[in-house]
Nanobody, 121 residues
Framework: QVQLVESGGGLVQAGESRRLSCAAS????????MAWYSQAPEKQRELVAS???????NYRDSVAGRFTISRNNARNTVYLEMSSLKPEDTAVYFC???????????????WGQGTQVTVSS
């Protein structure tokens, strides 16, 4: 199994920056995609940004130019650098990876428990 632990959430003022981190551990053979999702109150969970093993990156339109996703493959860690934060960025942010637990195994998506980011105006 793969465990994901997020950190870095909290309360910030609008316009400030915040960095989220997520470390994957457990029985990991390979990780192809690492991503961040967000879920605002009474809304569906949505992709914020993803980064693949070939370094292809995808951002949600509303965060492009403000957020930066990066990964450290040696540490199985993914980061989300958030800048120019807005109240509408307030949400629970979830880390997610697509990984294999053995070389012949299927690729599966795993989720962290989430970290709250609250942006006050």
């Amino acid at each position: 199994q793969v465990q994901l632990v997020e950190s870095g959430g909290g309360l910030v003022q609008a316009g400030e920056s915040r960095r989220l981190s997520c470390a994957a551990s457990g029985t990991i053979f390979s990780i192809t995609e690492m991503a961040w999702y967000s879920q605002a109150p009474e809304k569906q969970r949505e992709l914020v940004a993803s980064i693949r093993s070939d370094d292809a990156i995808n951002y949600r339109d509303s965060v492009a130019g403000r957020f930066t996703i990066s990964r450290n493959n040696a540490r199985n860690t993914v980061y989300l650098e958030m800048s120019s934060l807005k109240p509408e960025d307030t949400a629970v942010y979830f880390c997610s990876v697509v990984a294999q637990t053995r070389s012949w195994g299927a690729w599966s998506r795993y989720w962290g428990q989430g970290t709250q980011v609250t942006v006050s105006s």
